[in-house]
């Protein structure tokens, strides 16, 4: 059942904050504002500054454009952007005030990597950097989630890359709405075509697992360097939705990689896979990893390093998880641990290596590394 939106006290103009605020450049536009690089002219901390205009908009709409600005008071979360302020100037247009993320957004890391493919056969990005994006995504997702907010419209252009590491952050809240609990369902159609579910598409009730699939929609895209449905209008594209199955990603990504997207893109969203189950699918050696990764100190750079068995057979039980290796040992000239080398099969299939590497050191030259098809790991090991 549709929740309806609760009135948000209109907040009232501030000439004095508006006035430390000086606005850089256009970053983006939309059907109802726009985004603008902003600088704070005391601190000249960077801003991204999202416009509405908020003259022509019925109450209710004005309602709806402040309901943003209540959810993401809530947010507080290393891959959601942050809110920091918001008022309304003199215009009648709502400023609202995020942090800014100094990186583009993944539709244009993707279409810089489409462009230097070599070859149709050519994959997207390296499966290190794929994991992380998968862990980044889902814990934010999972956060949205836990504290009652469904997003409804993740998809490339929403998602921003920030900071040294390249650390994914969702934006954009002006769909969501709030859900008492993951199961609850809503009827609204909502979203992007691209990236809706199928009980999106028949008009069915549907509830937070719409998120995850259009969540893997995306990875998929970043590991196919294509959408997982594509069509030439919109009445064939909802038919590839609900009754076609995508092509699988590309031979190079493993096939505890292709299970979790295949569960993330299950039809009947009963079978789907939660925000809180893709967590548990991702194998325990990198969740440690990554968790571990995130309070490393801003001057490092992690770069994850994976390796596979050549033929490691399927996994018949999604509850499999890697060895667990206790005896580490210390290699000369690295800042992390790596552990023993692996044998064949799948519970010792993924070694992570972390690698720390200073702020004004090599960082790009590793960027690249991490984002080849294939993490020449054996050469990287015999280097260090």
């Known amino acids: 059942m549709e929740q309806s939106v609760a009135p948000v006290k209109i907040i009232e103009a501030r000439s004095v904050r508006e006035a430390d605020i000086h606005v850089l450049e256009e970053i983006g536009r939309g059907s109802h504002g726009c985004c603008y690089k902003a600088r704070c002219r005391k601190t000249k901390q960077l801003y991204c500054m999202k416009k509405v205009n908020m003259a022509k908009f019925s109450e209710e709409k004005r309602t709806l454009a402040y309901h943003e600005v209540d959810l993401l008071r809530q947010l507080s979360h290393p891959n959601i952007v942050s809110y920091v302020d918001s008022y309304e100037n003199s215009n009648q247009e709502l400023c609202i005030v995020m942090e800014y993320a100094d990186h583009k957004d993944c539709d244009a890391l993707i279409a810089a990597r489409q462009k230097a493919v070599t070859s149709a056969t050519d994959g997207g990005f390296g499966e290190a950097l794929v994991w992380r994006f998968v862990w980044q995504l889902s814990c934010a997702v999972r956060h949205l989630h836990s504290i009652g907010i469904m997003h409804r419209d993740i998809k490339a252009s929403n998602v921003l890359l920030s900071g040294l590491r390249r650390s994914l952050k969702v934006v954009d809240l002006g769909v969501a709405c709030r859900v008492q609990h993951p199961e609850e369902l809503h009827t609204s159609p909502v979203g992007t075509p691209m990236y809706m579910a199928p009980e999106l598409v028949e008009q069915e009730p549907y509830d937070c697992k719409a998120d995850v699939w259009s969540t893997a ?17 919109t009445l064939q594209l909802h038919h590839a939705i609900v009754h076609k199955e995508p092509a699988p990603i590309p031979d190079q990504y493993s096939l505890e990689l292709h299970n979790l997207l295949r569960l993330m893109l299950m039809k009947d969203r009963m079978d789907r896979v939660s925000s809180h189950g893709v967590l548990d699918l991702i194998p325990a050696a990198l969740r440690r990893h990554f968790s571990c990764s995130e309070h490393e100190p801003p001057h490092t750079m992690v770069l994850t390093a994976l390796t596979f068995s050549p033929r490691s057979p399927p996994l018949l039980a999604m509850g499999s998880r890697p ?8 290699t000369r000239g690295c800042g992390g641990d790596i552990p023993p080398l692996p044998g064949r099969g799948i519970e010792n299939a993924f070694i992570p290596v972390r690698i720390e590497v200073k702020q004004h050191g090599h960082n790009k030259s590793l ?8 993490m020449p790991t054996g050469s990287l090991r015999r280097k260090l």
């Open 217 to 233: 929609c995306l990875l998929y895209c970043i590991c196919a360097l294509r959408m997982p449905f594509e069509a030439n209008n």
């Open 367 to 374: 960027e690249r590394l991490s984002n080849k098809p294939e």
């Open 323 to 330: 060895h667990t290796v206790e005896g580490r040992r210390r």
